[in-house]
């Protein structure tokens, strides 16, 4: 059995399996150290989580003191939908566990456990189950340890992005999966915590076999390692008569799905009335730095605040469900994964028509986004003929530079990049950090990331003013009336402005104190605080003057300050980040636990990369 003290790496750590099992390790606490190895950061916090945010997983390999561990959990997996293209979708269910096998094989790690699917196999004219086949065998061909295969069926649980094939199969499976027994018990759905507490079990058996199916990690997930025979398994009835049950569920599925629109409708799109019953408000909504985003461990964005004073206010809790484009957006309102769009959506006929806006009207038109010193400033759009701007594939603003370029009788250098390889807020961070020099945004967004980027001209205009709105379905104008009722009534609200104010006009940017003399410090001295930055580096192994340099470029020393988002004393941090290292959030302005909370955090970031030689490069790692 694995032993208190080990360390577990889980890849693919934000999809549905992966997520469930870096919580059900955590839990556990059978394991000292969780890794998980993301794209984008999970909203957990636990002193015994690390996480790497890795971006190209070519480049695994230049991680490995760093992913040293007792267990390596692949929980690597898309669609062909969502990768866009067989290529694409290669490179993430084949590619990426091989680099993952091969620096197992590098670093001998003892065990590792990879999701497949069922059915998987390298004679299958199927191309998603071929790849998986032929990925299984990759993977055994490059990692020589002990290699487990688990090959689910149907996953349930919840996704951010819909599904339209897995949602009427979770359908089917609510109704019908206890018919599934017997030799047929390995395509009944499984829910992806079961099957994240089947890893951990067979992360914990001395000698489990190579392959898992949907019947025995039903057993698993229960912690019986002692499994029924394969001939225990199958010895059921008789499968002529199960196949015969299954066709005849089928066909009263089908009469379900088409003929009991309205009780599908109260369940999935109710109106108003539902969702007080429901007791929760799932808003869609882009997660980007205007909208909805976490930082240091907190929910925040215009929209959100937005939201969670809408819900309050017709006693709801709320739900943020972020998606990746507008696009998606409309797609998840429509299949019910949402109640409504906030985020406001630039109106044309066909929305109008499909959806019913509501909320406030904002005239949003887009902008070119440009460094006030460039020597090329664009004033008017007829300069722009010569000029290169950079802009996201297939957006708004691609098309509209495109229109552009024609009514200009061309010249404009478009470049276009993949819209799942940037976001438009990264290629604002370019310009302001002058890697490229024009792109094009909406002016609303333009706004926000000045409050950042002071070095940013957002004054010239691209288009003529949109009508935006957010949005829900036209079956519920209840909702919407609601969300109206609410907005009419709070716009001129102190709350309300002081929310528009905070995203808005608000500087995020290097503090004007600055250079102004706010703090006094002692002859010879970096700070007041020097000897409470001694004590407790020297307690943790910290040197006393980079905590010295976090504090000045945090809070210029200030113990009192309070940030636009929250972060609070002399270290700035959130008060849910300094509870979760054991520090009264209510203290966070006395100096001492304001540090204490930092020197845990920092070196629980840190811990990822203890076998770094130099205390110098780990804290550097640390704070990248």
Known sequence: MESAGQTAVVFGATGLVGYELVKTLLDSHRYTTVVAVTRQLLPLTNPALEQLVLADYGQLMTYKDSLNASVYFCCIGTTLRKAGSRLAFRKVDYDIPCHIAELAEALAIPTMIVISSLGASIRTTNFYLRTKGEMELAVR?????????????????????????????????????????????????????????????????????????????????????????????????????????????????????????????????????????RGELRALTLYSSTSYFLFKDKEMGYEYELCEQLATSLGLKLRMIAVPNILALMDSLEAGAGDIIAYNVPLSQSIKSDFLPCGREFL???????????????????????????????????????????????????????????????????????????????????????????????????????????????ESPLLAAAVNAWFVANVSSSDYKAINKRYFERSKGPSPFLTTGRFIAPDGSLSPYDALFKRLGGEHGLD????????????????????????????????????????????????????????????????PFRKVATPEDRHKLALA
């Open 141 to 277: 061909e490059r990692y020589t340890g002990r290699l487990v295969f688990v090959r689910p069926s149907l996953l349930i649980g919840f996704r951010q992005e819909v599904r339209i094939g897995e949602s009427l199969g979770v359908v089917f499976m609510r109704l019908f999966g206890w018919l599934l027994t017997g030799r047929l018990a390995r395509f009944k759905g499984i829910g992806a915590s079961q099957v994240a507490a089947a890893m951990m079990t067979l992360a914990g058996m001395a000698n489990p076999d190579r392959l898992y199916e949907t019947d025995e990690l039903f057993y698993l997930a229960k912690g019986i390692e002692v499994l029924p025979s394969k001939k225990a398994l199958a010895k059921h009835r008789k499968i002529n008569l199960r196949l015969i049950l299954i066709f005849a569920c089928l066909v009263v599925l089908a009469a379900y799905l088409g003929h009991q629109e309205s009780i599908r409708h109260r369940q999935f799109f109710g109106d108003l009335p539902d969702i007080q019953a």
């Open 364 to 474: 949003t038109h887009q902008v070119l986004v440009q460094r006030r010193d460039n020597p090329d400033l664009v004033t008017d759009v007829t300069e722009l003929p010569g000029k290169e701007v950079v802009v996201q594939r297939g957006t708004r603003y691609h098309t509209r530079l495109t229109h552009l370029n024609e009514e200009l009788g061309g010249g404009l250098l478009i470049k276009v990049l993949d819209e799942d390889s940037i976001t438009a807020e990264d290629l604002i961070g370019q310009v302001a950090a002058a890697r490229i020099n024009f792109t094009v945004a909406d002016n609303v967004q333009a706004q926000f990331n000045k409050t950042y980027f002071k070095n940013l001209h957002i004054s010239t205009r691209l288009s003529f003013p949109q009508h935006s709105f957010w949005l829900v379905r036209k």
């Open 544 to 607: 006393w003057r980079l905590l010295a340099s976090i504090a000045y470029q945090e809070s210029k020393f200030d113990a009192q300050v309070v940030s636009w988002a929250g972060a609070v004393g002399l270290m700035q941090l959130m008060p849910r980040t300094a509870e979760s290292y054991g520090v009264d959030a209510d203290s966070l302005t006395y100096p001492e636990h304001n540090v204490l909370a930092a020197v845990r955090l920092l070196n629980s970031l840190e811990r």
